[in-house]
């Protein structure tokens, strides 16, 4: 049985009724898949930033084991990294936190640290 209204073909068929249907579940999955992206490239950029905080932790406990001064140190930091410095007798401990932003700056991100332990060298040697 076929019926035309207003140049609009109406199926009786069921197997037509579901068309584009397709469409409508690719519409509504689309802003999660957008999610999932965004929130893996930003998982990403904050794995980039701990690996540059262990190396920047890494360089500057060794520079001021060496006696060089804190801020030429911390020359090379990340920015907006809180760079804290600790002498313990023969051994220099240095610590590095940044902020990463995951999903953009208006939501809270996550805090990305890393730690170094150098022995300072810049105290003589007691003999």
Same mark, same amino acid.
């Not at 701990?50 to 001064?69: K, M, N, P, V, W």
């Given at each position: ?64 084991? #060496?006696?060089?001064?804190? !801020? $030429? &140190?911390?020359?090379? =930091? *990340? /920015? ?30 996550? #805090?990305?640290?890393?730690? !170094? $332990? &150098?022995?300072?060298? =810049? *105290? /003589?040697?007691?003999?």
């Amino acid at each position: 049985m076929r019926r035309f209204v207003v140049g609009v073909r109406l199926y009786s068929n069921p197997r037509f009724r579901d068309r584009g249907m397709v469409t409508a579940e690719f519409a509504a999955a689309m802003p999660a898949v957008m999610l999932m992206m965004c929130m893996s490239l930003g998982v990403v950029g904050a794995v980039a930033t701990q690996l540059r905080c262990e190396h920047t932790a890494y360089t500057a406990a060794r520079a001021i084991a #060496r006696g060089e001064d804190e !801020s $030429v &140190a911390s020359a090379d =930091s *990340i /920015p907006g990294a809180r760079l804290h410095t600790v002498v313990e007798g023969d051994r220099v401990r240095v610590t590095l936190q940044a902020e990463v932003a995951i999903l953009g700056t208006r939501l809270p991100g996550i #805090r990305v640290s890393a730690s !170094s $332990v &150098a022995v300072n060298e =810049s *105290i /003589p040697d007691s003999l």
